[in-house]
């Protein structure tokens, strides 16, 4: 073998370790899960929604008191944060980690596409476009519709999901995972039946009845 030859073959072996992913935090969601396929079908909502590849999501609040500090926030762990708000899994941040990891599992069992596509659809069709804010006159106020920032539209969307998900569960006998499964799976699909996309309907029909 010549001297080119060796050189050529050394520098080969040299890049070959960076092309291959580490496991662990900074390759996919759960390990499972790639985030780079992913995209959105609402360009004003697309540049807040934040899908940075992680292991796990537990950040533990580092972007807490910071101006706009949830964008830089994965949506799967603003998810997971909305689900143990209140209830019976207020505060179990390890419960509720693991129910949306077997969720997605599940979402992906059953519509054999990347679940975190389908969670992002999701929150497109839960984002109202239109809200409400009340205008003072002296001593009376009355309703206006007024358009709702994007930043704010995630916000609701994550919070109508996730609140639908967990008042599901109330006197019922499935658990938060399939909770989680039938709330997002018809969000998706924009099945009015869905409690976050009723609620973006009815929030859009009063701001509508308001302009």
């Not at 997605?104 to 999701?122: F, K, M, S, Y």
Request: proline share 5%; with cysteine.
């Amino acid at each position: 073998m010549s001297e080119d030859e060796i050189i050529e073959e050394a520098s080969v072996e040299a890049e070959s370790p960076a092309k291959i992913p580490i496991a662990g935090i900074g390759t996919l969601v759960f390990g499972k899960w790639d985030a780079t396929e992913v995209t959105c079908d609402d360009p004003g909502i697309a540049p807040y929604i934040n899908l940075t590849t992680i292991g796990v999501p537990l950040s533990g609040g580092i972007h807490a008191n910071q101006w706009f500090g949830k964008q830089r926030l994965s949506l799967i762990e603003r998810f997971t944060n909305g689900l143990m708000r209140r209830g019976p899994n207020s505060g179990k941040k390890g419960a509720t980690v693991s129910a949306m990891n077997k969720a997605l599992d599940t979402i992906h069992d059953r519509t054999g596409e990347n679940p975190l596509q389908i969670l992002v659809n999701a929150v497109v069709n839960s984002a109202p476009c239109e809200g409400i804010t009340r205008i003072r006159f002296g001593a009376t106020s009355q309703p206006k519709a007024v358009d709702v920032s994007p930043s704010r539209r995630v916000d609701m969307a994550v919070r109508n999901l996730t609140q639908g998900a967990t008042s599901a569960t109330v006197k019922s006998k499935r658990n938060l995972t399939q909770c989680i499964v039938n709330e997002v799976l018809k969000a998706a699909e924009g099945d009015v039946s869905s409690f976050a996309v009723s609620k973006r309907e009815e929030t859009e029909r009063i701001a509508a009845s308001a302009r």
